[in-house]
């Protein structure tokens, strides 16, 4: 990060000088951070969506060009060669692991998956019909209370423990929510599998019917996770670092990004995408569906297009595209009248200048909410399978926050529009 440059900032005839960063790629950033104390004033930018509140060498995206890297690897071709293991590795430590060390990893990390047995009367105290993401929530916050060894976030292998217990445990809690929300025993992590076939197994395996994990299947899981286990500063992990700065223990930190992703602006868009196939019905629809959405009036919106960030076609979503035909294919699934629905819905739609001169190409959450019915997964666990995926990234996002010497606590300031100061009138005298 250099500062060869500066910008002027002028203020009622004053002018100002405010350094310059730039980075190793990407826009230049305006250091702000003297603007009040050289000017008195402060800067507006509600949404930050042109603030950087950080500095960070995990993620990075071109919008523009449809670009993501992770430590400076595409995302294609962290997709195509390597497993999600293999991500989690290269997000916590910033280099891809050597056999060796990936071997360790893995056999660490596996572990880690089993939770302390205590932890299952946590379940009895929610109701069957509990969301699972408020189940997954308030079980992570909890972790503090039986993982002490890993709470002093000043020593490095203390953080480095609590970060791979949340990336081991966190799918075991997500599995045996569902478990609990359809009234089936719990299934046991097994060590011997992969951090997928693992993963399925939880879900859909019972005590007494063997449970064959499907290797198609446990590859689209993986890239599933692996195309959401990191994504730059959105909401949930500005949320991570927010709440890490505070000095907060890191099964809190988690739980708080939990809870941001929860809502229908973030982790819900596949739920919604789905939500509208279901809603538009038959290919019949499609015409009339898309005209409601042209018309601006109408509050219709296609779900599963677009990006805020990604201007051209999101570069998970081409991968996930293929991954969804080899799912249906592999399952037989190609008369799935959802299914079909939706592959007629892409074709028309990316063929439509409307929405082709808009840039709104199908997203990551269109395809992943299609792959993810089709593995039997119901909509309520979408948003929990996004959370096991981005916890790897969440607990890299807080540790590289936590390492950084100039950490402080985040404090935003805001542009205050209420009552000027006034006298208190007693309740006798007011009207």
């Known amino acids: 990060m250099s500062e060869n440059r500066s910008a002027t900032f002028g203020l009622d005839g004053l002018s100002r000088q405010f350094p310059v960063l730039e980075g190793t790629i990407g826009p230049d950033v305006v250091d702000m951070r003297a603007l009040s104390q050289k000017t008195g004033v402060f800067s507006f930018d509600p949404g930050l969506g042109s603030t950087a509140t950080c500095t960070s060498a995990i993620s990075y995206i071109d919008g523009d060009k449809g670009v993501l890297l992770h430590r400076g690897y595409p995302i294609e071709d962290l997709a195509l060669n390597a497993s999600f293991t293999e991500t989690a590795y ?73 970060a791979r217990r949340l990336i081991a445990k966190v799918p075991t809690i997500a599995a045996w929510a569902y478990k609990y929300s359809i009234g089936e025993p719990f299934i046991y992590p ?27 299947l446990a590859r689209a899981m993986d890239r599933i996770l692996l195309l959401h286990a990191d994504h730059e500063q959105n909401a949930s992990t500005t949320t991570v670092r927010l709440v890490g700065s505070t000095g907060a223990n890191p099964y809190a930190c988690i ?104 840039r709104l190409y199908p997203n990551v959450d269109f395809y992943s909410g299609l792959i993810l019915k089709a593995l039997g997964i119901p909509k309520s666990m979408f948003t929990v399978l996004f959370a096991v995926a981005r916890t790897v990234g969440w607990v890299s996002q807080w540790k590289e926050m936590i390492e950084e010497p100039s950490v402080r606590i985040s404090r935003p300031r805001q542009l205050y529009i209420g009552a000027a100061e006034r006298n208190f009138v007693p309740m006798s005298e007011r009207r």
């Open 255 to 358: 739980a708080a990004g939990i809870a941001a992703l929860w809502g229908p602006a973030h982790g819900g868009a596949n739920e919604a995408a789905l939500g509208m196939l279901e809603t538009i019905g038959t290919r019949d629809g499609i015409p009339a569906f898309l005209n409601e959405v042209k018309n601006r009036n109408s509050g219709v919106r296609l779900m599963g297009f677009g990006h805020r960030v990604y201007k051209n076609f999101d570069p998970r979503a081409k991968i996930l595209q293929a991954t969804c035909h080899e799912v249906i294919e592999e399952l037989g699934l190609k008369r799935d009248p959802l299914l079909d629905l939706a592959m007629e819905l892409e074709r028309v739609a990316t063929e439509d200048d409307y929405f082709v001169s808009r």
């Open 90 to 162: 290269l997000l916590l430590y910033g280099e891809l692991p050597t056999a060796a060390q990936y071997q360790a990893f893995r056999t660490d990390m596996n572990t880690h998956r089993l939770l302390n047995e205590q932890i299952r009367n946590f379940f009895n105290g929610f109701r069957r019909d509990a969301h699972p993401m408020a189940i997954l929530c308030g079980t992570v916050g909890a972790l503090s209370a039986f993982y002490h060894d890993g709470l002093d976030i000043s020593e490095p292998k203390a953080r480095d423990l609590s």
């Open 190 to 216: 097994d060590e011997e599998m992969s951090f997928s076939e693992n993963f399925l197994h939880m879900l859909f395996a019972r005590p007494g019917n063997h449970y064959r994990v499907n290797p198609v």
